[in-house]
C-alpha cells in the first residue's frame, strides 16, 4: 500500500472522529499530477523541427547538428567546406570535411541528401 492510500485511509479515519485538522498539518504537499508538463519543457516548433534526410547543400548548423555525432564545431566545418568547395557532389564528399571519417559518414549516410 502507497504511502497516498495511507494518509487517505488516516484522513478518513480521523474525519470520522473529528480530529481532522491536526491531521492536515501533518501531510506533505501534494506531488505534481503526472499528466502535466513542467512548464520547461520546451514546445517543438516548426523552426525547431528538423526533416531527414538532410540536404548538407542547404542546411543550418543548427540543422546539421540534429545528425548524430555531428556537434557545433563539426557543423561549422560542413558549412564552412560548403563555402569554400561549391556543393558537395554526393553524400560521400562528407568524408572530405575535417572531423568526418569513415565511421562518422556510415552513421550520417542515410540521413543526408545533396537535394533532388
Do not use: C, K
Amino acid at each position: 500500500m502507497g504511502q497516498q492510500a495511507v494518509y487517505r485511509m488516516l484522513i478518513a479515519l480521523f474525519t470520522l472522529t473529528g480530529v481532522s485538522g491536526i491531521l492536515w498539518l501533518a501531510l506533505p504537499p501534494a506531488a505534481p499530477s503526472p499528466m502535466l508538463a513542467p512548464a520547461s519543457t520546451p514546445t517543438p516548433t516548426a523552426s525547431t523541427a528538423v526533416l531527414f534526410p538532410i540536404d548538407i547543400n542547404e542546411a543550418t548548423p543548427a540543422e546539421l547538428e540534429a545528425l548524430p555525432r555531428i556537434g557545433p564545431v563539426l557543423a561549422e566545418h560542413i558549412v564552412a567546406y560548403r563555402q569554400a568547395n561549391g556543393a558537395f557532389a554526393a553524400t560521400a564528399d562528407l568524408m572530405r570535411v575535417d572531423g568526418i571519417g569513415q565511421a562518422t559518414y556510415d552513421r550520417l549516410r542515410d540521413l543526408v541528401t545533396v537535394g533532388d
